[in-house]
């Protein structure tokens, strides 16, 4: 079995998979890691392997109790990964997104795929039918916006996202709303139909924490799977381990 730990800005994933199936995920606060990394331990016997993304943001002695008891890969731009890298600034690629591209790998060899991650921000990125990975965008995500709105305005309200029902607001609130959802479906539809233009076979993946509230409302054809990330980096553990 392995054990993943992808570690964000408020909470650390932690996921457990035999071989490709996920039998295990909860979102837990950091400084409690090791509390549940050895009930993990007990629970799915044995865990072997272990992958971490975000080693920095870890307290030494966490990171050192996870080296002594795991065969660890330590996640970074000059890890091993199935796909050929082609991005200018290698070192500057987020961890996430690494893990994005490599399960479209696991998931879509030899395809031209479109990741879409709507979390924080919102990343796009693509991967051709050699398995080279070409690059991408980022732009804000939802939470992003609405606090863009209100913290860089007088009088804006910071609201909580909510799928507006037309695209007239007509109220501050409505209007917010539609600015923000109504923007970011525009520009992920119209970011689709761009790559398809180019490439007609187009596969497009809509992951991260916003993917189903924004899945329905596209337009375009699309896989939403909210562990994609986590898939990835067990498939980078095992492509490692071979």
Known sequence: MNLIIDIGNSFVKLAVFQDTELVFKKDIKLD???KHIDILRKEYTPIEKAIIASVAKLKERDLEYIRKNFDLV???????????????????????????????????????VLIID??????YDFVNAKNDYLGGAISPGISMRYKSLHNLTANLPLLEKEMPENIIGTSTNGSIHSGVIN????????????YQKKYSDLTVILTGGDANFLSKQLKSSIFANSNFLLEGLNYILQFNSN
């Not at 200018?88 to 690494?98: A, N």
């Not at 709507?118 to 990343?123: E, K, N, S, V």
């Not at 923007?183 to 761009?194: A, Y």
Request: glycine share 6%; hydrophobic share 40%.
């Open 118 to 123: 709507a979390g924080t921000c919102i990343t």
């Open 74 to 112: 330590e996640l970074n731009y000059k890890t091993a990964v199935p796909f050929i890298n082609l991005y200018e600034t290698p070192s500057t690629l987020g961890l996430d997104r690494i893990a994005l591209v490599s399960a479209s790998i696991m998931h879509f060899p030899y395809n031209n």
């Open 183 to 194: 923007g970011i479906l525009k520009e992920i539809d119209g970011n689709i139909e761009t």
């Open 32 to 34: 409690v890691i090791v």
